[in-house]
Structure formats: structure tokens, C-alpha cells
């Protein structure tokens, strides 16, 4: 069966970093799109990034643009989210997720989803 396990997820000061990765299994990886999505305490599921499994073009909601960088390796089964200059804001459960689509979509409409890891930055 479908896996995507996140990890990378931590407490971090603002202005620090993290690198979150996703390993898929059971799939065949450079067939889909990944996408990170966030979901904060009483909010909604929202997009951060995504990137298509062709052509690697990405896409970024605007309250990260400039802060993070997605990325992909299709030899590992991987997709990673490096986030730099992190604020408070950026606390939350980070997903990742998986649809086989060329197009990246912002909605939580994905096939496969990974249970998630928790970043929080303290102020």
C-alpha cells in the first residue's frame, strides 16, 4: 500500500530553519505531484508548496514565497521542504501529499496523504 511518512519537524527559535522530508512507497513516485500543506490548531488545512512530477516547476503560497524551497528526488522515493527564516506564524502540522496529476493543486484534493510532523517556532 501508498506510504508517505514525514519527519524533520521539531522546535526552532524564529529565524531558524528545518529541512522536512517525505519518503513515498507504493507508488510510483515520479508519476505524482507532491505537495506540502500546514494545518495550525482551530485552522483550516492550507498549501505551502508543491511540485509537479514533470518538469519539477513548483508553486508557493504566498506567506512562505522567498522562505521556503521544495524540492524533489525521484531516485530516493523523497520530497523535501526546506524552510528558512521561520516566524511564530509557521507553527503547525506539516503534510505532505501525493496526486497523480502534472498540475500542482492548492486544494487539500491529493490521493495519499502522510500522517504529518510537527514544527513549532517560538518567538
Known amino acids: 500500500q501508498v506510504q508517505l511518512v514525514e519527519s524533520g519537524g521539531g522546535l526552532v527559535q524564529a529565524g531558524g530553519s528545518l529541512r522536512l522530508s517525505c519518503a513515498a512507497s507504493g507508488l510510483t513516485f515520479s508519476s505524482y505531484t507532491m505537495s506540502w500543506f500546514r494545518q495550525a490548531p482551530g485552522k483550516e488545512r492550507e498549501f505551502v508548496a508543491g511540485?509537479?512530477?514533470?518538469?519539477?516547476?513548483?508553486y508557493y503560497a504566498d506567506s512562505v514565497k522567498g522562505r521556503f524551497t521544495i524540492s524533489r528526488d525521484n531516485a530516493k522515493n523523497t520530497v523535501y521542504l526546506q524552510m528558512n527564516s521561520l516566524k511564530p506564524e509557521d507553527t503547525a502540522g506539516y503534510y505532505c501529499?501525493?496526486?497523480?496529476?502534472?498540475?500542482?493543486?492548492?486544494?487539500?484534493?491529493?490521493?495519499?496523504w502522510g500522517q504529518g510532523t510537527q514544527v513549532t517556532v517560538s518567538s
Open positions: 511540485i509537479s512530477w514533470i518538469g519539477g516547476n513548483t
Open positions: 501529499a501525493a496526486r497523480q496529476t502534472s498540475v500542482i493543486i492548492t486544494t487539500p484534493n491529493y490521493q495519499y
